[in-house]
């Protein structure tokens, strides 16, 4: 961009106006149902966008452009969040078709003391001793 004069700036403004067309917020709903390309592709226009609007708020530009860079900004945020969750999404199922353990940032974080906690099978697993106490009461049991 020409930033010398205010006629060079008016002018080269002008040329670059379609990529400060009015933006509505993306939905993320919409998002999740492109593929990857097309996320990768809108990633680098909203990226290129920013630091167009980002030159125009040094050489101070309009205030509909300053406004915009916090939307642009969300923008590419939900963008990068829907690719990272579809990421994760396919790591889980292929690790879940293949029977792996999963990688520890695909587990449940819950709380450090409940991942330390015994599993519902381990805690109703019984001794020796407690099975043949078991077996001794089921025979009474009967008995009466």
Avoid: W
Avoid at 46 to 60: F, I, Q
Wanted: proline share 2%; glycine share 2%.
């Amino acid at each position: 961009l020409r930033i010398a004069t205010s006629t060079h700036r008016e002018v080269d403004e002008s040329r670059h106006a379609s990529s400060f067309a009015v933006m509505a917020r993306i939905k993320i709903q919409e998002l999740r149902k492109t593929s990857r390309e097309d996320l990768e592709k809108k990633l680098v226009e909203l990226k290129k966008e920013l630091s167009m609007l980002r030159v125009a708020k040094v050489t101070g530009g309009n205030p509909n452009k300053l406004s915009k860079i916090r939307v642009v900004r969300k923008s590419i945020a939900r963008v990068l969040t829907v690719m990272n969750q579809a990421r994760k999404q396919n790591a889980r199922e292929f690790f879940a078709k293949n029977g792996k353990k999963l990688p520890l940032d695909l587990r449940p974080k819950l709380t450090r003391a409940m991942r330390r906690r015994l599993t519902k099978k381990q805690e109703n697993k019984l001794s020796e001793r407690q099975q043949k106490k078991m077996v001794k009461l089921a025979k009474f049991a009967v008995r009466a």
